[in-house]
């Protein structure tokens, strides 16, 4: 299936794995892009650049097709060394970056000079319109399901994507939802030209996370994530566990008053213990509503071999036997 994304990113199929904290690793960005899609390593998950430049270099041993980095721009009472990941991936001879969090702008020019394509996250059509204007070549779309951070105006993708195509004149992909073949046809019917998957991706059989992870969102329902931090501005959608249902406890009873601090226990450096030591009531961390539709855990290259089949079948089988059908009142 040739889209804009995949002609953009010189892949196969047009399906990105977005970048996610202690999950987006060199195997998994490889499994991914060997797959046919567009595999991310998670830039911040490295502590220093010195560490992403190695995992960019371990990637690259693993793969020879295309792969990016993740570069999310967050708040920070100390920031990141955001000139020192950039570098590290202009030297890495990274060709795709995908944006989150902040404005990138700062970063844009180095990118852009190495040749490097950027698709920047946003949760609105005006962030995704700023976004264009600055140069991205392309934007991530996330919908109000997404796991993670969805913003603050909680519009479902049903609406958001639809509103981005009549707006946006660059290409854009899918976020939040995102999970099978039904998956990618809806998308590209609403204007998108490929999804990007987290959630789903997690439970693969490459992702280098405890198995208790995975086991945890094929067991997840669509009703098992809640929103937390909304009273801070942060509102980040999780699996519900015990620490999570502590911290909503404790957002209730402060409600405006609430400070980071106060939950600072249930939601800081808790990834490495979830992740890596499968302690899953270590804390919160980001879980899409999607997980409702996650019944097994594939290889990387099963899934998306099994997507694309799922799609080739709608659209020529499903879809096509509507045509010449005349529709009834």
């Given at each position: ?39 991310l ?9 010195a ?40 030297e ?25 394509k ?16 600055i ?22 993708n ?12 660059i ?62 501005r ?47 009531d ?26 694309m089949?799922?799609?080739?079948e ?16």
């Amino acid at each position: 299936m040739k889209t804009a994304i995949t002609e953009m990113f010189g892949i196969e199929h047009p399906i990105i794995q977005g970048g996610m904290h202690f999950v987006g690793f060199a195997e998994l960005a490889a499994a991914v892009s060997n797959a046919g899609g567009l595999g991310l390593i998670t830039g911040l998950t490295q502590r220093t650049p010195a560490d992403l430049a190695n995992e960019i270099a371990k990637c690259r041993d693993m793969t020879d097709k295309p792969f990016g980095v993740n570069l999310t721009f967050l708040p920070a009472m100390v920031s990141p060394d955001y000139p020192g990941y950039v570098k590290a991936i202009i030297e890495g001879g990274v060709k795709a970056v995908e944006t989150a969090g902040r404005n990138p702008q700062q970063v844009l020019p180095h990118l852009k000079e190495a040749g490097i394509k950027v698709i920047h996250k946003c949760t609105s059509v005006r962030h995704a319109l700023k976004a264009q204007s600055i140069g991205c070549d392309a934007v991530s779309v996330d919908g109000f399901e997404c796991g993670g951070h969805p913003g603050e105006d909680d519009v479902p993708n049903m609406i958001l994507l639809p509103r981005a195509a009549d707006e946006l004149d660059i290409p854009f992909v899918s976020s939040g939802g995102q999970a099978d073949g039904r998956s990618l046809v809806a998308s590209l019917a609403m204007g998108a030209d490929g999804m990007n998957m987290g959630t789903r991706f997690i439970a693969t059989q490459e992702a280098p996370v405890h198995q208790n992870v995975k086991e945890a969102i094929v067991n997840a329902s669509e009703l098992d994530t809640r929103l937390v931090m909304r009273s801070l501005r942060n509102t980040e959608r999780v699996l519900t566990n015990g620490a999570v249902e502590r911290l909503i406890i404790k957002e209730k009873e402060l409600g405006d008053k609430l400070k980071f601090e106060d939950i600072i226990e249930e939601v800081a450096g808790v990834y490495p213990r979830i992740m890596l030591e499968g302690d899953m009531d270590a804390g919160a961390w980001s879980c899409g509503m999607v997980a409702g539709l996650i019944n097994d855990i594939p290889t990387c290259k099963e899934l998306i071999d099994r997507i694309m089949a799922e799609a080739d079948e709608i659209i020529n089988q499903r879809l096509a036997h509507f045509q010449g059908h005349a529709v009834s009142a």
